[in-house]
């Protein structure tokens, strides 16, 4: 890792291990542009990449046709309406309503280490193992700064950016837009991956050839969503996990994001990636700062796999605070899928009687043990204890669970408030509206409108008082609908198009202060499933629920689409019941456990009432757990086969980062008669190490490492659909 600026040349370079960045400054005016993203070239010879700003076109020697220099050049954070005609990074409206911006060099500084992001999640790095740049640009007639901040972690091919507008003006300008990350490349035959979904299908794959103009996936809902995730790749090789070449991008944010790519006249690509211009107004008055979230960028030239490690690593090592991220999580039954709303504390002590026996950790009170609640129709808000259902309070029955020897989590949804509620009674003005327009309901909910400081206030100590009234580990924080009817009482009419952005700081804010007020809490998000599963909530709690749907077929894919960004380590998995809830699909005790093997793992049944030889399988699923987990939480995942693709069958390998271990889950989805073998190439093996091979626990021989990854495994022909088998493979020395 190293950043430098090599003055004579006027060009940054900022290295990885593997990678090279190279911005520079040309021309009188200072224009900076951005020259190299890809593999690690040489940094002292690169000035002649500069030479591609012919003379004719550059302004100073060619004023007669900027525009000319403008459309073209590869800007490293275009400004607008000045002659660039590609799409935008930042829009303006400046005190005199006009809307036209060009940021020029005027400084910059090299650091060791990483400053925080004041308010907002961001990878963290210390002197030692970071190192930052930051270049400031500047539109003197706005009188608008920008500074770009780029670092860099050791022994990872990634680079993190986002970008601090200042006001230097004396008077208040609006920003329209304000994306954190823009990237100008050639178009070198490239195709962009992205993820849709909607509520249990969440991070499909889909990968489309890039046309002319824009091509995106954004969200205005409020949060990342089901429906897009703020992830895009560019892949040369289809979704080859060994193959071409491929720019990945997350975003470390949770709320309205855009992300895309603008393919010019030129045939030269645009990308782009920042909170989503719709819904997005923000008023800078003169003095003021505002931060636009974190980009992480990698660049990978062997496929899909080696973005999907380097991602891993980063948010292993530079994003998770939780000391939980390291550590083996309890595991865990939650009583959602057993009982829904339908429990009471008798109910909930007999599932954790049944689950000590088990094996397992942990009981999870889901939705419905306060106010009123019996459906999903009343009572959020009302964050106090249903005496009829928990008898005696909350207290005594933590108590009692923890006296059987299991700890005791809980469910809130804490930015919502039901329109039949104690608290929308005595003040419905908190709930996020339009004057004189009835909201939209949806789950029969409103949002809270947290950016008020007594919501925020309410709220926080609504959860603080509940968590402090028990012995409390873990909590799930939910957020069941999306944002719609933006309207904030206490925002001036010249500052609601901040409500979005606002309310995303609003929800940082309230867990950066539940985490440091209960430092050892686990924290788990979720939104309807996997609505807000990204990099920004990954700074506050060190898992995340992956999907409503638990059915373990279904989440082949969810998990897959989820593991080629986010590590194995923060995917909220559980084993439920069958037929499964949301799809109807008998699937085997074991598979499901298999699947959920490779998440956080835990129990979503009632354990009393599911058949005794499933239950009896408990044990056994468990002890795989404390086996694995380790290699789980902390080894390089590859995917060896796709059911996306092939419609047959399913495969992932978890190998450990020595190469001694390794684990391959392997699902026979559908079963297929008299067919030819099916062989499994394992991967990162140490090609001269004997590995013993076991399938599920039975013995199958041994082989080098070299003729395991070459020759690969023949799987046995499993009997059924939905068959799922083990095999781990570990060195004898
Ligand atoms: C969401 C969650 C579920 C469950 C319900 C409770 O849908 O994703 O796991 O907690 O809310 O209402």
């Not at 794959?205 to 409020?222: K, L, P, Q």
């Not at 099916?678 to 490492?705: C, F, H, M, T, V």
Request: net charge negative; glycine share 8%.
């Amino acid at each position: 890792m190293d950043i430098r600026y090599i003055e004579k040349d006027r060009i940054f370079v900022i290295e990885t291990d593997n990678t090279s960045y190279v911005m520079g400054i040309v021309d009188e005016e200072g224009f900076l542009g951005h020259f190299y993203y890809g593999d690690k070239i040489g940094s002292e010879d690169s000035s002649y990449l500069l030479s591609i700003i012919d003379p004719q076109y550059t302004p100073s020697s060619n004023n007669r046709d900027r525009s000319s220099f403008l459309d073209r050049f590869p800007f490293e954070y275009p400004g607008s309406n000045v002659g660039d005609y590609r799409n935008t990074g930042v829009e303006i409206t400046d005190a005199n309503g006009n809307g036209s911006i060009s940021l020029c060099y005027e400084s910059h500084n090299i650091y060791k280490g990483k400053k925080e992001l004041e308010g907002l999640p961001a990878t963290f790095g210390n002197e030692n193992d970071s190192m930052t740049l930051e270049i400031s640009l500047v539109d003197k007639v706005v009188g608008l700064r920008a500074v770009l901040s780029y670092s860099v972690f050791e022994g990872i091919d990634a680079i993190a950016r986002s970008v601090r507008f200042e006001n230097i003006s004396s008077e208040a300008l609006f920003l329209n837009k304000a994306m954190s990350m823009m990237l100008d490349m050639e178009d070198e035959a490239y195709q962009l991956l992205t993820l849709h979904g909607s509520w249990a299908r969440e991070r499909m794959m889909e990968i489309r050839n890039i046309g002319y103009g824009d091509t995106f996936v954004e969200s205005f809902r409020g949060e990342s969503s089901h429906q897009f995730h703020p992830f895009m790749a560019l892949v040369q090789d289809g979704d080859s996990q060994d193959n071409g070449k491929v720019y990945g991008f997350s975003f470390v944010y949770s709320g309205n994001f855009q992300a895309g790519v603008c393919k010019s006249q030129f045939d030269s690509l645009r990308l782009y990636m920042g909170i989503c211009e719709k819904n997005f107004c923000w008023k800078l008055d003169s003095g003021d700062v505002f931060t636009a979230p974190e980009v992480i960028m990698n660049y990978s030239s062997a496929g899909l796999g080696k973005m999907t490690h380097t991602f891993h690593d980063l948010f292993r090592n530079h994003l998770i605070r939780s000391p939980y991220k390291d550590k083996e999580r309890p595991v865990l039954i939650n009583n959602w899928e057993a009982t829904y709303f339908d429990f009471d504390s008798e109910k909930l002590i007999a599932i954790a009687r049944q689950a000590q026996k088990s094996g397992i950790e942990m009981l999870v009170m889901d939705d419905g043990w306060f106010g009123e609640r019996n459906d999903d129709n009343t009572s959020l808000g009302d964050w106090y204890v249903n005496e009829n259902k928990i008898k005696g309070g909350l207290k005594k029955l933590v108590d009692e669970v923890n006296a059987i020897g299991l700890k005791f989590g809980i469910w809130m949804e804490p930015e919502m408030i039901s329109p039949a509620s104690k608290l929308y009674k005595a003040h419905p003005d908190w709930a996020i509206s339009v004057p004189g327009r009835e909201a939209c309901r949806s789950r029969n909910q409103f949002v809270l409108d947290i950016t008020r400081e007594e919501v925020f206030e309410y709220v926080y100590g609504r959860i603080k008082d509940i968590l402090s009234s028990a012995n409390i580990e873990y909590l799930k924080w939910d957020m069941n609908r999306q944002l719609s009817d933006l309207g904030s009482a206490a925002l001036g009419k010249d500052r609601q198009g901040e409500l979005s952005h606002r309310y995303m700081l609003a929800v940082y804010a309230l867990q950066d202060r539940l985490i440091k007020d209960f430092p050892n809490l686990l924290l788990e998000n979720c939104s309807g499933g996997g609505a807000r599963y990204d990099a920004g909530m990954l700074y506050y709690s060190p898992q995340i629920w992956c999907s409503d749907d638990t059915d373990a077929i279904e989440r082949l894919k969810i998990q897959e689409g989820t593991s080629l960004v986010f590590p194995l380590s923060t995917m909220g998995a559980h084993v439920s019941d069958c037929p499964n809830h949301t799809v109807g699909r008998i699937t085997p005790f074991k598979t499901r456990g298999d699947v959920a093997l490779s998440g956080t793992f835990g129990y979503e049944l009632d354990i009393t009432k599911i058949p005794a030889e499933d239950r009896a399988a408990i044990p056994g699923q468990i002890a795989n757990y404390h086996k694995y987990n380790e290699l789980v939480r902390k080894g390089d995942y590859y995917r060896l086969a796709s059911y996306r693709q092939n419609h047959e069958y399913d495969a992932w390998m978890i190998t450990q980062k020595d190469g001694r271990k390794a684990l391959i889950t392997y699902v026979q989805v559908v079963a297929f008669p008299n067919g030819k073998r099916r062989i499994i190439k394992p991967k990162a093996l140490d090609d001269s190490r004997i590995y013993e091979i076991w399938q599920d626990d039975n013995y199958a021989g041994a082989a080098k490492g070299t003729t395991l990854k070459n020759a690969g495994i023949a799987v046995p022909i499993l009997n059924g659909d939905y068959r799922s088998m083990l095999i781990y493979l570990v060195a004898k020395e």
